[in-house]
């Protein structure tokens, strides 16, 4: 029968930075991450909430065990209930796609609010999305545009991208061909390769 150690918070933190820094930092070309795992399995099951988050991608891409997109998840709550950003966001997308959990667009949402309030923009620019097509709460084209715009303000070009869209249609704003123009030339130079034949349209 195993026994499960604690770890000192001192020690999660150790834990913790050794596997980011075998990870993240070292210069080898062969990353071990059995050890990288075991590392943050200790600190993680120990309550370390970064730790949570990184054995979860662990768990979701197979590094130093086997692939287990339900482990990750696990893991991934963990860190979210413990307010861990990129954790949240994550569960939501699991929950929008039903990957690894059923789907339930109510569950996804819930958990993109949460990051989307903290400031997370991928996280914003699906909140607007979920507003946009009625996902997981009431259909609000105005809200999805005030979403689309916390994230664009940061150059995320899917959001810049779907506002030029909105302006183009008049969708939770007035039809401007002027700001459909302003929104799609961003996400052009953010690299969003539809946003050239919208612009192309237009003119």
Request: aromatic letters at 16%; glycine letters at 10%.
């Amino acid at each position: 029968m195993n026994t499960i150690t604690f770890l000192s918070k001192k020690e999660q933190q150790r834990r913790f930075l050794l596997g980011y820094q075998l990870a993240f930092q070292s210069d080898a070309e062969e990353k071990d991450w059995d050890n990288i795992f075991a590392l943050w399995q200790a600190a993680a099951s120990s309550g370390h909430k970064r730790a949570q988050f990184y054995l979860g991608t662990c768990y979701d891409h197979g590094l130093g065990c086997t692939k287990d997109i339900a482990k990750a998840i696990t893991w991934y709550r963990k860190a979210a209930r413990q307010g861990h950003i990129v954790s949240q966001y994550n569960i939501g997308y699991s929950y929008i796609n039903g990957d690894g959990v059923e789907q339930d667009y109510g569950k996804g949402v819930k958990w993109y609010l949460l990051a989307a309030q903290k400031g997370d923009t991928e996280a914003q620019r699906e909140v607007g999305y979920c507003y946009f097509y009625g996902r997981g709460l009431e259909q609000d084209q105005v809200m999805a545009v005030y979403w689309y715009k916390k994230a664009a303000r940061k150059n995320d070009p899917k959001a810049q991208y779907n506002l030029g869209l909105c302006y183009k249609e008049g969708e939770g704003v007035p039809i401007s061909k002027r700001w459909a123009r302003y929104y799609f030339q961003k996400a052009k130079e953010g690299g969003h390769k539809d946003a050239v034949r919208q612009l192309r349209r237009l003119l």
